[in-house]
């Protein structure tokens, strides 16, 4: 509210609320030196005295505040009283206030319980003063706080200005900025810096404020935050979300889909910013599997000791990048001690143990019960590269142990140097884990050809120092599944393409993909 | 609102002669470099902006349409740091709007407010602004009031519904299609949006001195009830596969601080010290479990943990009230407890035990002003990790961590 209309409120006081155009008379009528505060603004129970009376009522707003003349507050009250050159006193919750006097020269107030906030205008010509019962306060252009106990203690801070304050002995300081001074009936105390917000009894600057809901917001949005941040944790704590080789993005997805009762499904999915591949391995069983399918999965990479209670009749993988595909597909399953079947090359030396869930290393004569397939076939785009059959071969009987009953078809076969060279050769790169297979048929016009690397999250390739020296047996296998394997195959059917996947080391080596 | 309507009220709004308009503006420009298991991330910045008018219409009603913004190409040491990607570029924006009612006769301001924001992440060369594949975007409405029953300390009711989307994430399952042999690649009720969620969260805090009359302590208490349902992921069974029903996170968090402040002398003059000790308990109960078809293992209640933390801070301030010199340290340790997630050994086998994380956080920093409303500022946190999770192929759960920023802060 400006002054113009505190003066005319006080030369007509029927007419407290002057409409604009009264107002605007009135400043024209009655300039500044009218002397006028009133009360322009106020919440809950606030009581005024006039001078004389004996009767408190409660406020209106507009109401003239003259010499002698008291306000309180009640808890939770407010009140402002604005003077007419814009300064203002603003009286905090159970505060008791006096206008002792207000003339030309000066503004006295008293300040008996409670607490106030001045804001006096620089341009202010008379003194302003809030006595309280132990201290004086005095300033021109400032604004600062008041605080008084109910044991009379006052409390002066200063958040602009110069400000003298006294005490009932006549000891007086000077305070300046963001300074407070206590004084007690014993007298005044020492000048000190005023704590950032500790103890302010008085109302905010709206500097002030905007800051600390500002704060208030920015601390909120952190809490909100923290659960966009969880989400993204979690899928990377469950590894579906790693770099490859080429330092690209590659999402992962592992799971498993039961299609029958004595069947499963282990499917890879894969998707960079450019591409989608997939792996997957269906698999079915000698008999149904249980809601816990680990104790038969645990199985298919085979059993020590004793023949598997699961094991695969049929199987068949494939690999795509939903153009080309790589489709193997096995079937005649059945359990061979591969250890006591009397060829040397099947037998198995490292194992992965259900009992105690790693892999251990096998003695010569442990037996070793593996699934052998009597029907097998890899095709690139339909075209078949190697498959065999099995013909006449007896229930059970071991197509390893014999070569009169089953036909091998190999249109491919594997290139090693001399008769090749890389990067159409089989080989491996000097002192990292990055191994070449290639195969193909005498003419060279059917090939494939897989691009093996070990690396880790990041897509760094691995260092045979990594391994520490081991490359093959238990130890190796249980190495290889901190890591992640990333394979490229090409074929002769693929017109350029290729089928790139990045799996979990684990997952080929129980498909029999890494033997 | 849009953007261009919010910047064109703040305009307004400025000019609008019956409104007090006092703006707030912060920013910080800082350079940093990020260390994590032995190797480090190349120098790079970090930038922020956070700009505020309050608008002030009269005793009662006040409006505080904000703007913030970051770019972040340094990590912080929090920043998703076990998933080991040193490459990493964030970016930010959020608007917001807060109505502040103060209600007559009463210390209470009624708060309603709502805010956008969106923010982007590259963590590899191939991904682009924009792009990335964990850019998210949340919308937020809330209610807060609070009561000032003795400025500053007030206490503080609130409840805010916010949902946040992962634009460019969706299950890859969903989009699977068909195997060669024209099975299809998916299970049965696989769903599509699983990281989007929405959020409804109750809390209530509050700050009292100590004692009331002749404050020398500060304790602040906070607790908040977050309920989170995740819009498009259902629950994993026994067998791996979907149930129909969705996944529900309740997260229950209570945090409480003591705070002391003390006159202290520095270098001859006085200064202000700020001690204050820590502690917060924070607990999650998901219905959510996990099959892990490598290890063909069924985890049950994953997602549910216990989360104890601790620490003490410490903030010297000397110089001018205004713009004052500071040092400031903290230390934090926090435990997470996992109620059903099991611990692996280094080759992935399942233990007995249930997972658990230690962090240790050590904060350090300092400013100095060098020009009015500007203060340089070095910053330093090192963060190290422990736990019995040692199958760390995808994710580290114990390292070592630490970065540092230099730089300038901007203040009005």
């Not at chain 1, 409120?9 to 505060?37: I, T, Y």
């Not at chain 1, 489709?327 to 399953?333: C, H, I, K, P, T």
């Not at chain 1, 191994?435 to 093996?452: F, H, L, P, R, S």
Request: charged share 20%.
């Amino acid at each position: 509210m400006r002054a113009e209309s505190l003066c005319a409120e006080r030369r007509s006081p029927r007419h407290a609320r002057p409409a604009f155009f009264g107002a605007l008379l009135a400043g024209l009528l009655f300039p500044r030196f009218c002397d006028a505060s009133a009360i322009t603004h106020t919440e809950g129970k606030v009581l005024f005295l006039k001078f004389g009376s004996y009767t408190w009522g409660q406020v209106v707003r507009g109401q003239v505040v003259g010499p002698g003349d008291r306000i309180k507050t009640a808890a939770s009250a407010r009140a402002t009283v604005t003077f007419d050159d814009d300064s203002r006193v603003e009286l905090s919750p159970s505060t008791s206030f006096t206008m002792r006097e207000a003339s030309e020269r000066a503004t006295e107030t008293r300040l008996d319980l409670g607490s106030l906030r001045a804001w006096i205008a620089k341009r202010r010509s008379r003194s302003f003063q809030v006595r309280t019962p132990t201290a004086v306060a005095a300033v021109r252009g400032t604004e600062f706080s008041v605080d008084v106990s109910a044991q009379g203690e006052t409390r002066v801070q200063m958040f602009g200005g110069l400000l003298a304050v006294s005490d009932n002995r006549g000891n007086e300081v000077l305070i300046k900025d963001n300074q407070r001074v206590e004084v007690t009936a014993e007298g005044i105390g020492r000048v000190t810096e005023a704590p950032q917000g500790a103890d302010q009894r008085g109302s905010r600057s709206a500097r002030e404020t905007a800051r600390r809901e500002v704060g208030l917001e920015m601390t909120k949005e952190e809490v909100q935050a923290a659960a966009a941040l969880e989400q993204k944790n979690a899928v990377y704590q469950e590894g579906k979300a790693l770099i490859d080789v080429n330092g690209k993005r590659v999402r992962v997805e592992e799971y498993i889909v039961r299609p029958a009762a004595d069947q499963f499904k282990l499917v890879v999915l894969n998707e960079r910013s450019d591409r989608f591949d997939y792996f997957f391995y269906h698999g079915t069983f000698n008999r149904a599997l249980p809601d816990d399918m680990s104790t038969a999965l645990r199985q298919v990479s085979g059993c020590i000791g004793a023949a598997c209670d699961y094991f695969l009749l049929s199987y068949d993988t494939g690999r795509s990048n939903t153009i080309d595909k790589v489709v193997e597909a096995a079937s005649g399953g059945h359990q061979v001690d591969v250890n006591h079947n009397g060829v040397a090359g099947d037998a198995v030396t490292a194992a992965f143990d259900p009992a105690t869930d790693r892999w251990v290393s096998l003695t010569a004569d442990q037996p070793f019960y593996q699934t052998l397939f009597n029907d097998y076939s890899i095709k690139f785009n339909d075209v078949t590269h190697q498959s065999w059959t099995a013909s006449g071969l007896a229930p059970g009987g071991d197509i390893q142990n014999t070569t009169t009953h089953v036909t091998y078809t190999d249109v491919t076969t594997v290139q090693y140097e001399p008769s090749c060279a890389p990067p159409n050769c089989t080989y491996t790169e000097e002192g990292v884990l990055h191994q070449v297979v290639y195969a193909e048929n005498a003419g060279g016009t059917i090939w494939e050809k897989y691009d093996n690397y070990i690396i880790s999250d990041e897509g760094k390739i691995a260092k045979l120092s990594d391994f520490a020296g081991i490359t093959s047996g238990a130890a190796y296998k249980t190495t290889l599944l901190n890591w992640n394997y990333q394979q490229i195959v090409t074929a002769s059917e693929f017109g350029g393409r290729k089928i790139d996947l990045v799996v979990e080391p684990k997952i080929f080596i129980k498909s029999g993909l890494i033997p | 609102m849009r953007p261009w309507a919010f910047a064109a009220a703040l305009l307004l709004a400025g000019t609008a002669a019956a409104v007090e308009v006092t703006p707030v503006l912060n920013g910080s420009l800082a350079g940093g470099q990020y260390f994590f298991k032995g190797q480090k991330g190349s120098f790079s910045g970090n930038a922020a902006l956070t700009g505020a008018s309050l608008l002030k219409f009269n005793e009662r009603w006040s409006l505080l349409p904000m703007y913030s913004g970051s770019y972040q190409g340094s990590k912080g040491v929090e920043d998703g740091v076990g998933a080991g990607t040193l490459f990493q570029q964030q970016m930010d924006h959020r608007l917001s709007v807060t109505g502040i009612r103060r209600l007559a006769g009463t210390n209470w301001k009624l708060k309603p407010s709502a805010s956008y924001k969106r923010e982007f992440l590259k963590e590899t060369r191939d991904e682009t602004w924009g792009k990335g594949l964990f850019d998210y975007e949340k919308i937020a409405v809330g209610f807060e009031a609070e009561n000032a029953y003795r400025d500053p300390f007030t206490y503080r009711f609130a409840f805010d519904a916010y949902r946040v989307r992962f634009p460019n994430y969706e299950s890859l399952e969903s989009k699977s299609g068909v195997d060669p042999l024209g099975n299809p690649l998916g299970r049965e009720l696989a769903s599509k949006r699983v990281l989007d969620t929405y959020h409804y969260q109750f809390s209530a805090s509050g700050s009292r001195p100590l004692p009331y009359d002749d404050p020398r302590f500060v304790l602040q208490v906070a607790y908040s009830f977050l309920y989170q349902s995740f819009l498009d992921q259902r629950l994993v069974d026994q067998r791996g596969q979907f149930e129909s029903a969705g996944r529900r996170d309740v997260l229950q968090s209570l945090s409480s601080s003591v705070g002391r402040p003390l006159k202290v002398r520095v270098f001859g003059e006085d200064a202000r010290l700020d001690l204050s000790l820590g502690l917060n308990l924070a607990y999650n109960r998901s219905n959510q479990n996990t099959y892990d078809a490598v290890f063909s293992r069924y985890v049950p209640d994953a997602y549910s943990y216990v989360m104890v933390g601790a620490g003490p801070a410490a903030n010297l301030a000397w110089g001018g009230a205004k713009q004052p010199s500071w040092l400031s340290g903290s230390f934090r340790w926090s435990r997470q407890n996992f109620i059903g997630r099991l611990a692996q050994d280094g080759s992935g086998a399942y233990g007995a035990a249930k997972q658990r994380q230690d962090r240790y956080i050590l904060a350090l920093g300092y400013g100095h002003p060098v020009a009015p409303s500007l203060t340089l500022t070095v910053r330093t946190n090192l963060l190290w990790a422990d736990s019995n999770q040692k199958y760390e192929k995808t994710y580290s759960y114990t390292y070592r961590t630490i970065n540092y920023l230099l730089g300038v802060s901007y203040e009005y």
